[in-house]
């Protein structure tokens, strides 16, 4: 049973930093790529970033590059966001994904953690 659970999400101040962390179980890690996306109130769901389990690239959405890094963990099985120098705009729930494709396109995810909110204070 493929399962992907977040966690580290909070209330930051503006400038501050956070770090999400996903834990996946129940499927080859290598096999596959993850990703963060968000969702902020009332907006439609936004990529954020992805990594490739097997090699680690990466890519970024324009608005957190130079902010956040993806990495992971292949000891744990756990996807890591490191996200500073927040931004209020960076408030929204964030997700963990899973997928076969290295790509930003959310419908090619096909497995998708609960979510942990991120608050940024102005």
């Known amino acids: 049973q493929v399962q992907l659970v977040e966690s580290g999400g909070g209330l930051v101040q503006a400038g501050g930093s956070l770090r999400l962390s996903c834990a996946a179980s129940?499927?080859?890690?290598?096999?596959?790529?993850m990703a963060w996306f968000r969702q902020a109130p009332g907006k439609e769901r936004e990529f954020v970033a992805v990594i490739r389990w097997s090699g680690g690239n990466t890519d970024y959405a324009d608005s957190v590059k130079g902010r956040f890094t993806i990495s992971r963990d292949n000891a744990k099985n756990t996807v890591y966001l490191q996200m500073n120098s927040l931004k209020p705009e960076d408030t929204a729930a964030y997700y963990c994904?899973?997928?076969?494709?290295?790509?930003?396109?959310?419908?090619?995810?096909?497995?998708w953690g609960q979510g942990t909110q991120v608050t940024v204070s102005s």
């Open positions: 129940g499927f080859t890690t290598s096999n596959y790529a």
């Open positions: 994904a899973r997928t076969y494709l290295y790509t930003r396109e959310p419908t090619n995810y096909n497995y």
